[in-house]
């Protein structure tokens, strides 16, 4: 949600300063934006959250969940979109003729019906509706049931399945509306709110902002929701939805919740257990023509286990031809400093990283933090940190190697016992004070 908002804080900063200005203030006042875990086409889950409610671990119901869920005014602003749809330039329009209001037009390319899903792994939402609309707008199964029974005409449900496009402009909505009593307010919400926003649509794909340096970092490799089979309940609203099935992406697969293989358009690699991999990696966009690609473990290392390869022609999506190693985790870079003069990209897919944890990843904050210190320094020579090696900085560090009977990385760590320390890990302690273990980063 985060990045939404600083998305929109750029539009709205760009219709509200002098054009000259704009870049100006950007450069002097944002140095690098780190994009962590941005949805930046949306995420599944939130479908998931207006129909039936998830509870993110709260101690309530899913109906209270949902209640609750579709009560922000901001829910639906993280829903699928495609790629591939986009509005009139609210900027130009603006200056031309000095209005911000009025409803932007929605318009997709040819490439959004001539491609499956989208362009997602599959279909959004697959949801069962009854055959013939009934006089209650939440009717339980048995009363389906009897409707269907009394006209053999329409003896079955009927399944409609809806893409990332028909779920973000409505037509979803819009074809449940006699059935879910929630579906005529978002439909309006959905209007009036976000395509009918003056500033921004936020069912846009989002081109590279203006700024320096720019940074988007995701956990990838893990099973993560792509899509949904939703069937009348038998309940009263707000549980008159149940999920009677569940698509994920696993590692270049698509998968059923009861396991069975099914057919799609996956990605070469999964998403972050939230949001999916189509959404996470639309930041590669960004990077320009020729991208250095790195890939290093996620621990510490010599360097031995370092792969690079350098000048990528980039695709839409680039998949690095690399090998791994059985059970470790790596972290891979794109790195831009070329295409465009003065600014910098770079994606960072850091295996098994997951979406609600990742800010707690040490691996995330050693990185960061040597990036930052690396683009402060004045004796700093390359574009980007060094990836060559990656050593302990700091006592915790520092373990004990029980195969060796030593310190690990003798090198920089040495045994140091301290009053308090209960293991051998503990007095495994930096030889050398940070600063200058930092020296080796420039």
Known sequence: MGNNVFRYFLEWLKLEIAPKRYIQWLDEHIHAYFAVGSPLLGSTQTVEATLSGYTYGLPISEGTARLLFNSFGSSLWMMPCSKNCRTDNVYWKHFSDGNRKGHQAYHCDEHEYQSKYSGWPTNIINIE???????????????????????????????????????????????????????????????????????????????????????????????????????????????????????????????????????????????????????????????????????????????????????????????????????????????????????????????????????????????LWLEMWHDIHPDAKSKFVTKAKRGPLRDEDCYWDYGKARCAWPEHCEYRYAFGDVHLGQSCRIKNSSADLLLHYV
């Open 129 to 367: 509706i009854p055959s013939m609309r009934g006089v209650d707008a939440n009717p339980s199964i048995v009363e389906v049931a009897e409707t269907n029974m009394s006209n053999m005409e329409c003896g079955l449900p009927t399944l409609l399945s809806f893409s990332a496009r028909e779920v973000s402009d409505g037509t979803f909505f819009k074809a449940i509306e006699d059935y879910d009593p929630d579906s005529k307010r978002l439909l309006y919400q959905l209007h009036k709110s976000y395509h009918g926003d003056s500033i921004l649509n936020p069912f846009t794909p989002w081109d590279r902002p203006p700024l320096k340096n720019i940074f988007c970092i995701y956990g990838v490799d893990s099973k993560t929701e792509v899509g949904y089979y939703f069937a009348p309940s038998g309940k009263p609203y707000p549980d008159n939805w149940i999920i009677t099935d569940v698509i994920y992406e696993i590692e270049g697969s698509l998968y059923s919740r009861s396991g069975n293989l099914v057919e799609g358009n996956p990605g070469a690699i999964s998403g972050d257990g939230t949001v999916p991999y189509h959404s996470l990696s639309w930041c590669k966009t960004w990077l320009g023509p020729k991208v250095n690609i790195t890939r290093a473990p996620q621990s510490e290392h010599d360097g031995s286990d370092v792969q690079v390869h350098l000048n990528v022609e980039r695709e839409e999506d680039i998949v690095p031809n690399m090998t791994r190693s059985p059970r470790v985790k790596y972290i891979t870079y794109y790195e831009d400093s070329e295409s465009l003069p003065g600014k910098r990209t770079a994606v960072w897919e850091l295996d098994k990283a997951n979406h609600r944890n990742i800010v707690r990843s040490p691996v995330l904050m050693r990185e």
